[in-house]
């Protein structure tokens, strides 16, 4: 072969995907895609100019390696003379490239020539139309394929709500665990649910801000399992607003009794919602008292916090907070 041949072969971008890392273990891997394609595009002599993977779902529009693919083709449109540009893409099959009509028009708007080797397919704007309406049935079949699983996902997590199982990634506090019967569910995560139960119980004195009991939470390690994230001010309000804390979780616009074992009492989270309201009440209307000895005495029965509040105007009346439960003191 004469080396002005070589500086002339056509180049070719390869893509691969996989749905998730749990398909990429039972067969479709990545590496037996990158064979097959790279073996292809050998027997074609394309030059591969570059390689795109992505280990992800395809159901939205915007995969990492695809939109890095994109803007590749979209670049050797404008830096590249037309014969020198690349315009060939090689895939595995058609569901390995989109499962969304999204993804499917952009491809289609950069007039590439897409070779779908295990369909023995090259398909570009030259193609016939009865091969183009093929391809377009096997797109909207991938579709119909994702959404049909999406169904049946939501299907499947509606019934484990209704049996009382929390049926998704369980919330700071609690971990996932796989019961006997194999279906997963929540239990009290070691590391951090007595960590959660403190933040209900500071926040429920009254004595403290979202801003203090996060900074004290911080200081005391409450992080997220995986990313050892600690705890923003938003993080900690949706904890304190969360009712599986005390056994019941909401899903698919109904509230469901949960089997889980919940970290606090139902007595307490209701407290932690009213001093919520409470202080939510003080920062949109102006503050006409100030409770002298609030945060200062605390219940010689049980040891809660006291709060106060004003009756016919002008009496100030402390009590106990009760977030231990209902005290007998007046």
Not at 117 to 143: T, Y
Not at 206 to 222: C, Q
Not at 242 to 262: C, L, M, T, V
Request: charged letters at 25%; aromatic letters at 10%.
């Amino acid at each position: 072969m004469r080396k002005s041949d070589v500086q002339y072969r056509p180049t070719a971008v390869i893509y691969a995907r996989v749905s998730s890392k749990e398909q990429e273990k039972e067969g479709f891997s990545i590496p037996a895609q990158l064979k097959l394609l790279r073996g292809y595009a050998a027997e074609q002599h394309f030059t591969i100019l570059q390689e795109y993977v992505d280990v992800e779902t395809a159901k939205r529009a915007g995969r990492t390696g695809f939109t890095a693919m994109v803007d590749c083709f979209k670049k050797q449109t404008t830096t590249k003379t037309p014969e020198h540009a690349c315009r060939i893409l090689l895939v595995e099959k058609t569901d390995r490239l989109y499962r969304n009509l999204k993804d499917w028009v952009t491809l289609d708007d950069l007039a590439l020539e897409i070779h779908f080797i295990k369909e023995n397919v090259v398909l570009s704007r030259d193609s016939r139309s009865s091969e183009k309406f093929i391809h377009g049935i096997k797109v909207l079949m991938a579709k119909n394929y994702i959404d049909n699983l999406s169904e049946e996902t939501k299907k499947g997590m509606l019934e484990k709500a209704e049996q009382g199982i929390y049926p998704t990634v369980a919330p700071l506090g609690y971990h996932n665990v796989a019961r006997a019967d194999g279906k997963k569910t929540i239990e009290p995560d070691p590391d951090t649910a007595s960590l959660v139960v403190r933040l209900f119980e500071w926040y429920a004195s009254g004595n403290y801000s979202l801003k203090d009991v996060t900074k004290m939470a911080r200081t005391a390690g409450l992080a997220f399992r995986k990313s050892g994230t600690k705890v923003t001010k938003s993080t900690v309000h949706k904890i304190l607003t969360n009712s599986i804390y005390y056994g019941d979780f909401d899903w698919a616009g109904k509230r469901y009794q949960g089997i889980h074992e919940p970290l606090i009492s139902q007595g307490l989270f209701n407290r932690v919602q009213e001093v919520l309201t409470d202080k939510g009440n003080r920062r949109t209307h102006q503050q006409k008292h100030h409770w002298a000895f609030q945060g200062l005495v605390s219940c010689g029965h049980c040891g809660c916090a006291f709060t106060a509040e004003v009756k016919k105007g002008r009496y100030v009346y402390y009590h106990c907070t009760g977030y231990k439960g209902k005290c007998p003191e007046k």
